[in-house]
T-cell receptor, first 108, second 115 residues
Framework: AQRVTQPEKLLSVFKGAPVELKCNYSYSGSPELFWYVQYSRQRLQLLLRHISRESIKGFTADLNKGETSFHLKKPFAQEEDSAMYYCALSGGGNQFYFGTGTSLTVIP | KAGVTQTPRYLIKTRGQQVTLSCSPISGHRSVSWYQQTPGQGLQFLFEYFSETQRNKGNFPGRFSGRQFSNSRSEMNVSTLELGDSALYLC??????????????FGSGTQLSVL
């Protein structure tokens, strides 16, 4: 069965420190993985997708099929990175499976 | 371009009642998906509509239903409300929904409280 696990509900880091938000998935086919972010009082929005191999706002995520992981990383956290982050798996078409989210707080 | 619009923003209902939520996608988007968001479960997929047809469905009881109109606007209906239906209901639209890695655009949601 398709499943996305984000083991950390809350994560706090100091400004300038590296940050890693963990995401593990379970999927029988070839996965398509995404990170969505929700800033305070804003809508949920796409941060990045694995197929694009892009870096958005300094964040990167590498798909590791061996470990079935898609961790989100940033070398130097900024205060504006404080938000709720959701890892999501596409099961084909527009059916997405979301993790329960990690609330990131960057301490000044 | 206007974003995804959901109405109403808040709803308070009592058990046993039914409710209808509305979603207007971004102009030109033909796929509309619905998600239920709760603190404990996160976002759970309800269903997706494309060209007035339900294309995908999540694991929710038949009390949850939806439809899409020819202008791509979508409605979601929940009948015989239960306390556990209290949640934020999010609507998301995308251009076609058939292309992999397509970006979802979310609305602000409708907060439903069942008393």
């Amino acid at each position: 069965a398709q499943r996305v696990t984000q083991p950390e509900k809350l994560l706090s880091v100091f400004k300038g420190a590296p940050v890693e938000l963990k995401c593990n998935y379970s999927y029988s086919g070839s996965p398509e993985l995404f990170w969505y972010v929700q800033y305070s009082r804003q809508r949920l929005q796409l941060l990045l997708r694995h197929i694009s191999r892009e870096s958005i706002k300094g964040f990167t995520a590498d798909l590791n099929k061996g470990e079935t992981s898609f961790h989100l990383k940033k070398p130097f956290a900024q205060e504006e990175d404080s938000a709720m982050y959701y890892c999501a798996l596409s099961g084909g078409g527009n059916q997405f499976y979301f993790g329960t989210g990690t609330s990131l707080t960057v301490i000044p | 371009k206007a974003g995804v619009t959901q109405t109403p923003r808040y709803l308070i209902k009592t058990r046993g009642q039914q409710v209808t939520l509305s979603c207007s996608p971004i102009s030109g988007h033909r796929s509309v998906s619905w998600y239920q968001q709760t603190p404990g479960q996160g976002l759970q997929f309800l269903f997706e509509y494309f060209s007035e047809t339900q294309r995908n469905k999540g694991n929710f009881p038949g009390r949850f239903s939806g439809r899409q109109f020819s202008n791509s606007r979508s409605e979601m209906n929940v009948s015989t409300l239960e306390l556990g239906d209290s949640a934020l209901y999010l609507c998301a639209s995308s251009r076609t929904g058939g292309v992999t890695n397509e970006k979802l655009f979310f609305g602000s949601g409708t907060q439903l409280s069942v008393l």
